[in-house]
DNA sequence: ATGAAAGCGCTAACAC
DNA sequence: GTGTTAGCGCTTTCAT
């Protein structure tokens, strides 16, 4: 008897299907058809090797079945940043629907920078993954890198954060209506001089969120104001500076839409520091329903973009294909995940 | 000459070091040689390699070499939620570190569920993953699969959730005196009945801060009450109830020292609700400093787990032992990353 | 400095 | 229902 493993030694080798063939007086090939549950095998067989597999401690072995089947069970998602709530949200989402279906995930940050991102694309091309899910880093200037994934037989996905010059599936937010939504709010709340905290403009959604703001502002029949449409980073001190652009213009507006709860955050800061109350003098509503919009006081008002499902989504995309559920169109869907507008404390002056 | 990959065709087959051999008109074992850098090999080969390489659009299949060589440059991470900030932090710690070494991390979520776990264990075995980083889920029963990952040659490095029991390497905070630290100020600022809110106790790190937090009470000279000892699971209902229990007592605790963030939150949340004014008739304090303790007003003191140092600490305790870089020893290594208490409004009735 | 050859562990086409 | 055989793409020992 060997008692190698109750003594905690590591093992020489690992037990193949070939140790298990060789024990049951079978091949190995009847072992991996056992294993894999192919209904030729006799369910005799299947229990055997089954017990023996357990007898033995033998685990399957990715690789070798990888590389023969020249595909594997893994999904490479890439984000900006996994400690962004929405991003951590989507990639629970994803992880979610992947382990119900047997896949693993592999993740990969960007940290928005291009080199990054196309570094972590390689490196999931070469780990032959099934699926690239990937939101876009905000210095993503091409998508050959992800061109050459699927040139490389490697699907990919694009969620939120998009270019829709690529042909892929992808999974974004409805924009328009919110935003409309939004700007409708603040109107019948009695805002009337309504300003605008602008993302970076590269990335595909915060350009489309400022043009729904810009077409819906127009539509209310209000004046395009320049000077109320100001830009930041995606940090909390370069909103804070663009609000305060804003909040110490002569005619000071009445209302700020940020284009992130990162910036509403800001924007609620600022007002604070400047002695201006919300809502009464100011509005602040932002986007994404992060946790703490919630929880500050006056609670800000926000849109839930509902990441979580984004990711299942997203998940679901590509196992409905995998496993033939879908019509067979070979062209690249797009699903739109509907977003909610969350009105809080932040936008309510009326009773 | 092929135009498929212009053409946006799939190739039918990648390119192998076959390939790049016979167009070369040398062997593929040089060719591999000359792409892991060989010293052996001339640098006019590796440069002709290194040129064909690309012009034939290779891309190293990672499944082929990780079977040959039988390790893989993969860390697999399983924590019970990577939407909870202290993970996806400790997440991008590891993440970074890896990717600098040129490894890429799988990801799998317990849930807390220890059914989940030993499934993600079991996965990652069979990825054939070098490293298993773990945070136990508070469903954990048992570390059997984890002593079967480092039977199956997969080293387990444990960090913040541990169970001591079982001897691999741990990253883990220090809790006494920062405990201490706490008690400490809250005396300092004239509270004088002071509640705990107990995290689920089998969860290592939850006893240990509530043990700390006992040990600490009585070296004051407080009588540990019982009724000031409520327990919580770890969400935001769960906790404003047991808050409620402690400050709906006769004699009301003046301050509640929770052991999570989340359970600060129910705390301060319940405060407002019965009308407590913090911190002037309670204060309320927590553990681990997320975002929200910064921003709510009055603002949360906590403990800064510095978690994304965790995750880095647990990568290069896996580095350092790959590349020899730390002394001989066989024994586990536990590294102690000392907490912060962050002093906020929430405790300090003091001017 | 490079070539020849074997084999990592698994799966699948084909045979019976 | 099971055996035979070949090979996925790479690395590495041994030879030259």
């Known amino acids: 008897m060997d008692y190698s493993f109750s003594l905690g030694m590591k093992p020489s080798k690992r037990t193949t299907i070939y140790d298990i063939a060789k024990a049951l007086n079978i091949t190995p090939a009847t072992v991996s058809r056992a294993l894999n549950g192919n209904k030729l095998i006799s369910d005799a067989t299947k229990q055997q090797v089954a017990i023996m597999a357990k007898k033995l401690n033998y685990k399957h072995n990715a690789h070798a079945s990888n590389l023969r089947t020249g595909g594997s069970k893994t999904i490479g998602v890439v984000v900006p940043q996994i400690t962004i709530n929405f991003f951590s949200k989507a990639i629970a989402g994803i992880e979610e629907v992947a382990s119900l279906n047997g896949y693993t995930i592999i993740i990969c940050q960007s ?23 990937i939101s876009l880093a ?18 990919v996905i694009q969620f ?9 599936d992808r999974v974004i937010n409805e924009i328009d209506n919110v935003v409309a939504e939004m700007v409708q709010h603040l109107f019948d709340q009695g805002y009337r001089n309504i ?23 127009k539509k209310l ?8 449409i100001e830009h930041y980073d995606l940090d909390r001190d370069s909103s804070r500076m663009a609000a305060r652009k804003l909040l110490t213009q002569k005619k000071r507006p009445d209302a700020i839409f940020a284009s992130s709860d990162l910036g509403a955050l800001g924007a ?17 509503c932002g986007f994404s329903n992060e946790f703490y919009t ?3 006081s006056p609670s800000i008002t926000t849109v839930n973009q509902f990441s979580q499902k984004m990711g299942q989504v997203a998940g679901n995309i590509l196992f409905d294909s995998i496993n033939n559920k879908l019509p067979n169109s ?15 404390e932040s936008t309510c002056r009326k009773v």
Chains 1, 2 share one sequence.
Not at 138 to 155: D, M, P
Not at 195 to 217: H, M, T, V
Not at 330 to 344: A, C, D, F, G, S
């Open 330 to 344: 070979e062209k690249p869907v797009t699903v739109i995940v509907k977003p909610e507008l969350i009105v809080r």
């Open 195 to 217: 300003a605008y905290l602008a993302g970076p403009q590269n990335i595909d959604i915060f350009r489309k969120r400022r043009e729904a703001f810009e077409r819906n502002i």
């Open 294 to 296: 919630e929880i500050v």
């Open 221 to 228: 029949g209000f004046p395009l104001v320049k000077k109320n």
């Open 268 to 284: 609620w800061e600022m007002a604070r520091e400047l002695g201006i109350q919300i809502p009464e003098e100011l509005a602040i």
């Open 160 to 168: 939120d954060r998009t270019d829709e010059s690529l042909p892929t």
């Open 138 to 155: 905000a210095g993503t200037k091409s998508t050959e890198h992800l061109q050459e994934a699927i040139n490389n037989n490697v699907r």
């Open 111 to 133: 940290d928005d920078d291009f080199e990054k991102e196309k570094a972590a694309v390689e490196t999931l091309i070469n780990q032959n993954v099934a699926c690239i899910m």
